[in-house]
T-cell receptor, first 114, second 113 residues
């Protein structure tokens, strides 16, 4: 069975400092992994995805994530936070065991201070 | 513009009302989903349709009734709801492919009074 754990429910950073949102997954197969962002009163938007190609994946708005199989991790990073990055972030896994239906993490709220 | 349109954006209903939420996608996807998002709770998958056939029903109470007349439209019919059903209801679509990301609408904010 597939599962995903977002290690922090809240992350607080200052504008201009690096962002790290942590995600660990569990999968019996070769997983596909995704990060989504949700701004207030909006739907979720895809930031980036890993589908067994390059392990370092670049997404929109300067975010990137690295797939580390040995650590079963897929952490999301950004070199310099912007106020507009304040949102909820979801790590998502899907694999053949769960058919195509993805499993969502509980979300991490990113707070950006001026 | 997300490619997935949900209406209405906001809905207030009493516990004895009947209402419907609508979702429409023109992305050519063959799978559609309803999710419930409540404050302080994880995203909950409610229903999944693939090529108009329901493939998932996550023990959702019968006061929620989905309908998928074709691969582009999805409805959620609501009746005799409870205040704890107040939440953001999100519709999504995708290809039936584990590499295919979900495309979400902006949701319907439902308040049950």
């Amino acid at each position: 069975a597939q599962s995903v754990t977002q290690l922090d429910s809240h992350v607080s950073v200052s504008e201009g400092t690096p962002v790290l949102l942590r995600c660990n997954y569990s999968s019996s197969y070769s997983p596909s992994l995704f990060w989504y962002v949700q701004h207030p009163n909006k739907g979720l938007q895809l930031l980036l995805k890993y589908t067994s190609a390059a392990t370092l994946v670049k997404g929109i708005n300067g975010f990137e994530a690295e797939f580390k199989k040995s650590e079963t991790s897929f952490h999301l990073t950004k070199p310099s936070a912007h106020m507009s990055d304040a949102a909820e972030y979801f790590c998502v896994v899907s694999d053949q065991g769960g058919s195509y239906i993805p499993t969502f993490g509980r979300g991490t709220s990113l707070i950006v201070h001026p | 513009e997300t490619g997935v349109t949900q209406t209405p954006r906001h809905l207030v209903m009493g516990m004895t009302n009947k209402k419907s939420l609508k979702c429409e996608q023109h992305l050519g996807h063959n799978a559609m989903y309803w999710y419930k998002q409540s404050a302080k709770k994880p995203l909950e998958l409610m229903f999944v349709y693939n090529f108009k056939e329901q493939t998932e029903n996550n023990s959702v109470p019968s006061r929620f009734s989905p309908e998928c007349p074709n691969s582009s439209h999805l409805f959620l019919h609501l009746h005799t709801l409870q205040p704890e059903d107040s939440a953001l209801y999100l519709c999504a679509s995708s290809q039936e492919d584990l590499n295919s990301p979900l495309h979400f609408g902006n949701g319907t904010r439902l308040t049950v009074t």
